[in-house]
């Protein structure tokens, strides 16, 4: 039961995505009813090859990582491959959002931004804040292993990415909002898009390492357990372990289907 029920949470994280491709679906729709203009359109083109170009290079830098690796524990690093690359495709969608080019349209006179809630719901970001938060606790509670390679890696990629996210919600959040017209709809489509790609990407670095953290404090305890009531604490890191993994997973895959560039083609209505 206790395993059970410490997988509940991932399960939520899984509902809460689902529930955020409705909001998708609609700022495309809204996108959709407006009309055509060329300068919509040149912005939707500028930023979707920012996007690809940052991304390639998000390739290129977990290629690197990989050639890396073998270098250093040649055939013992097959097991890193995947990981390496992950990182660097996740580094490149954080980079790709947080150094988007600012739009060329009117802002609103006075000044006028979006609240947090309109671009990401509130439960998503702060689930991503308190994965690197426990990633960090978990990190600090192995404080013997602190220095080795691998606690420090899992726990310094986390952070970074979290950083970068903050900053592209940050610039999101601080950016006013365009003057009245057909601007507005594809300006919250990118502020959604941005939100909601940073926050999975950060999400992704955050989980499968806290799950990894959980696993092997389950296994450093698990050899100092003597008594059968102490027992229970290496079943419930494990079950967390398990649980921050598949939420990952789970993050991972809605993450691909957000990386579909905001698109504009002829209104629905016309």
Known sequence: MLFIALMVPAAMLARGWSLASGRRAVASAGVEFVPVTPEATAQLARQATHAHRVRLLGL???????????????????????????????????????????????????????????????????????????????????????ASPVVATATAVPLAGWLLAEAALLRVWLRPLPAEGADVPVDEAQRTWTAHLSVAAASVLALLPLGALLLRAAIDLGDQVTSDGAGLLPVALVAGGFSAIIAGLVVAGFLVTWLRPVRQASPALA
């Not at 270098?71 to 690093?77: D, G, T």
């Not at 609240?115 to 719901?121: A, G, M, P, T």
């Not at 439960?123 to 938060?133: E, G, Y």
């Not at 426990?134 to 292993?145: F, N």
């Open 60 to 146: 290129l830098l977990g290629l690197a990582l990989v050639v890396s690796t073998v270098v250093l524990f040649a055939e013992a690093s097959v097991f890193l491959w995947v990981p390496a690359l992950a990182v660097g495709l996740l580094a490149g969608v954080l980079l790709a959002e947080a150094t988007r080019p600012r739009p060329r349209w009117a802002t609103a006179s006075p000044a006028r931004r979006p609240r947090r809630s309109e671009q990401i719901s509130l439960w998503l970001l702060w689930t991503m804040r308190a994965a690197v938060a426990g990633v960090v606790l978990t990190a600090l509670l192995q404080v013997d292993d602190l």
